[in-house]
């Protein structure tokens, strides 16, 4: 009936659900186990007609133009720049932490020697990871390297992952380096923008093909199973592609024991005022139990006269209590990982994509490459 099943309506499973329709002209089954699609990229318009993002805020970027230029096939875009501040110390200062801040959030007296120091040993625009300035031998760009530490990543990090930053992969950290400019922008990635009309219609599009036929509220267990090494789907075995982007340790009924996730509480209020804050995110290292607010009016204008925050509470992922937001890349999960990758490799018609199936901390733009090249490698 289906050469190819795709568990999952994400980024991922849409994007290969696309390819398989259009350019072999296949028919697909998609399996999603949420009543929508669109994954963690899901969003609606609320109450008062903002569009908010059900799992968190999702802001485009990307320096891939083969990436941006198929996603263009299938929304207009509404050019987007992210801007993120601190609150610390009392002080909003701008993120990731960059020449700006330090002058906003220490004396001239200090700012301005470091900043000089700073130059005089590294390029402007460089971009350097936290734990690659804790390493400094100089004196004044190891008090530094300790400031930016304990006021911009220790607290958060503890919050969001419940580890130390060292106690997780450096990638992490990473991808909020120390700025050596005065560019306030969060992402510097050449194309940076949000669909016009949100996400979730983009993936409608992107799933819109009469090969396509997607099952909501349908989890892979009901119809797929995996027993003595073969794969079957309902009861008989399954000779076609299945392409899953679920998790790994789910597929395998946890064989190898769990992979453990972050999950946040996403907690939405409506506020009876035009604007909360004076940026898309204000994030909160040091105070509260949330990581950060995110005020959606600033990703999508609207007219309206109330706005919509969102606060992030993160929290262990717990099966069916709430959502698997982010692997955690730490050596021993790792390990693990690569037992089930093992596992999976045992099947020559499985594939394994996207952030839950390769237990990998991908963006968006990340996840349609990975995609387009899995098709064109795997199946073309
Ligand atoms: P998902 O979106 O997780 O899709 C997987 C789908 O499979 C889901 O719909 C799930 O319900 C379904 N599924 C799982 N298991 C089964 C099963 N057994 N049976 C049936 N269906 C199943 N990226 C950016 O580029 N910019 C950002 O600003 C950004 N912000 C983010 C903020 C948060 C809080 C989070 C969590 C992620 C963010 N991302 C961001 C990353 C982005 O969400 C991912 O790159 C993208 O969603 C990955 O797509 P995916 O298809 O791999 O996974
Ligand atoms: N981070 C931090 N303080 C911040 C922002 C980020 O410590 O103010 C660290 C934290 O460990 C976080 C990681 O950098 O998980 C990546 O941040 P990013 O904003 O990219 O997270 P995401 O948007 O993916 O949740």
């Known amino acids: 009936m289906f050469n190819y099943i795709i568990v999952g309506a994400g980024l991922a499973g849409a994007v290969m659900a696309e390819r398989i329709a259009n350019i072999l002209d296949e028919k697909?089954?998609?399996?999603?186990?949420?009543?929508h699609i669109g994954g963690n990229c899901y969003d609606e318009i609320d109450k008062t007609g903002i569009i908010i993002h059900k799992y968190g805020p999702?802001?485009?970027?990307?320096?891939?133009?083969?990436?941006?230029?198929?996603?263009?096939?299938?929304?207009?875009?509404?050019?987007?720049?992210?801007?993120?501040?601190?609150?610390?110390?009392?002080?909003?200062?701008?993120?990731?932490?960059?020449?700006?801040?330090?002058?906003?959030?220490?004396?001239?007296s200090l700012a301005k020697p470091l900043?000089?120091?700073?130059?005089?040993?590294?390029?402007?625009?460089?971009?350097?990871?936290?734990?690659?300035?804790?390493?400094?031998?100089?004196?004044?760009?190891?008090?530094?390297?300790?400031?930016?530490?304990?006021?911009?990543?220790?607290?958060y990090t503890i919050k969001q992952w419940a580890l130390k930053?060292?106690?997780?992969?450096?990638?992490?950290?990473?991808?909020?380096?120390?700025?050596?400019?005065?560019?306030?922008?969060?992402?510097?990635?050449?194309?940076?923008?949000?669909?016009?009309?949100?996400?979730?219609?983009?993936?409608?599009?992107?799933?819109?093909?009469?090969?396509?036929?997607?099952?909501?509220?349908?989890?892979?267990?009901?119809?797929?199973?995996?027993?003595?090494?073969?794969?079957?789907?309902?009861?008989?075995?399954?000779k076609g592609k299945l392409i899953f982007t679920g998790k790994i340790d789910e597929l395998f009924n946890y064989r190898y024991g769990r992979l453990p996730y972050r999950s946040l509480n996403f907690k939405f209020e409506t506020l009876d005022?035009?604007?909360?804050?004076?940026?898309?995110?204000?994030?909160?290292?040091?105070?509260y139990d949330f990581t950060r607010i995110t005020e959606f009016k600033h990703i999508h204008p609207t007219s309206t006269k109330k706005t919509t925050i969102l606060k992030e509470y993160p929290q262990e992922h717990i099966e069916g209590k709430n959502e698997p937001c982010y692997p955690i890349p730490t050596k021993e999960n790792q390990k693990?990982?690569?037992?089930?990758?093992?596992?999976?490799?045992?099947?020559?018609?499985?594939?394994?994509?996207g952030r839950l199936a390769e237990y990998h901390y991908y963006n968006m733009d990340e996840?349609?490459?990975?995609?387009?090249?899995?098709?064109?490698?795997?199946?073309?």
């Open 28 to 35: 697909v089954l998609v399996i999603e186990r949420r009543n």
């Open 273 to 287: 005022q035009k604007w909360y804050q004076p940026a898309a995110t204000i994030n909160y290292p040091n105070d």
């Open 336 to 353: 693990t990982y690569k037992k089930y990758e093992k596992l999976a490799g045992k099947h020559e018609n499985l594939i394994l994509l």
């Open 165 to 238: 930053p060292d106690e997780i992969d450096g990638k992490v950290t990473e991808r909020v380096p120390i700025l050596l400019s005065r560019d306030n922008r969060y992402f510097q990635d050449h194309y940076q923008a949000v669909p016009q009309e949100g996400y979730t219609k983009m993936i409608q599009k992107i799933l819109d093909h009469e090969n396509i036929k997607i099952m909501l509220n349908t989890s892979h267990q009901e119809i797929l199973k995996i027993k003595n090494n073969k794969i079957l789907f309902m009861d008989r075995e399954y």
């Open 367 to 380: 996840i349609v490459k990975k995609a387009l090249t899995t098709f064109k490698k795997e199946i073309k």
């Open 58 to 108: 999702h802001i485009f970027h990307t320096n891939y133009r083969d990436v941006f230029k198929y996603l263009s096939k299938f929304t207009e875009w509404r050019e987007y720049q992210h801007y993120v501040l601190g609150f610390i110390d009392g002080k909003l200062a701008p993120l990731p932490f960059n020449l700006n801040t330090l002058h906003k959030l220490l004396p001239e």
């Open 115 to 155: 900043e000089k120091k700073l130059l005089k040993k590294y390029n402007y625009g460089e971009r350097i990871p936290i734990l690659k300035l804790l390493e400094e031998d100089d004196r004044d760009l190891k008090f530094l390297a300790n400031y930016i530490y304990e006021k911009v990543f220790l607290n």
